[in-house]
């Protein structure tokens, strides 16, 4: 049972670009959430989703970001017009159910480098 | 506000001796759980143990063991007989609730050395 996977594992973008992280949650896993690492940070909470709908997204800035998990295919973080700041470790956790209290599934990370 | 608070930014530990991560945390809440996950350089988030709260019983997880005190809302993370795979950064996490929404919130994180 393969676990969370992230792709790609790095993304170079040059400012202005866009940027389009996936995340394939384990399977039977319903539920996904991103979470952004800055350089000398602890993961920072982005968006929580379930399948074709966003649960919470208090984390997402207002402007540029957006998430999905469609009913097929990975969840997608896209980041619009990427800027200096956006670069950083993006990672996704998955869990079957609204239930994380046995601890989140997290993936790789995805590392974004913006130059 | 709900916040996590790990002070010591690094520790080093002889290989096969204990330490000890502390980890301070504020809520409001009654029930709730409590993580300790481990990120080594290939930046994989692996979780150690958890303890929940309304379990007095402190969780141990092989060598590693938890002091959970929650009237002092203080959760920190006992490594035994430490093995040079310890050396990682280590995150103590809380598991929000709120509304139909579940989250977690972290530390800023803890590097560990583990000296031969």
């Known amino acids: 049972n393969a676990g969370v996977m992230q792709n790609p594992r790095h993304l170079v973008r040059r400012r202005g670009q866009e940027a389009r992280l996936r995340c394939s949650p384990m399977?039977?896993?319903?539920?996904v959430y991103w979470y952004r690492q800055l350089p000398e940070e602890g993961l920072k909470f982005m968006v929580y989703l379930q399948k074709e709908n966003i649960i919470d997204e208090s984390g997402m800035p207002k402007e540029r970001f957006s998430a999905e998990f469609p009913k097929e295919g990975p969840s997608i973080l896209r980041i619009q017009q990427v800027v200096r700041g956006d670069s950083a470790a993006y990672f996704c956790?998955?869990?079957?159910?609204?239930?994380?209290?046995?601890?989140?599934?997290f993936g790789s990370g995805t590392r974004l480098t913006v130059v | 506000a709900q916040t996590v608070t790990q002070s010591q930014p690094e520790m080093s530990v002889q290989e096969a001796e204990t330490v000890t991560l502390s980890c301070t945390y504020d809520?409001?809440?009654?029930?709730?759980?409590l993580f300790w996950y481990k990120q080594p350089p290939s930046r994989q988030m692996i979780l150690v143990i958890r303890q929940e709260a309304y379990k007095q019983q402190n969780a141990t997880e092989n060598r590693f063991s938890v002091n959970f005190q929650k009237a002092a809302k203080s959760f920190s993370l006992k490594i035994s007989d430490s093995q040079l795979g310890d050396a990682a950064m280590y995150f103590c996490a809380y598991r929000r609730t709120q509304g139909g929404s579940e989250k977690l919130v972290f530390g800023k994180g803890m590097k560990l050395t583990v000296n031969p």
């Open positions: 399977k039977g896993h319903s539920h």
């Open positions: 809520t409001s809440e009654s029930d709730y759980y």
């Open positions: 956790a998955s869990s079957p159910s609204r239930g994380g209290h046995y601890g989140y599934t």
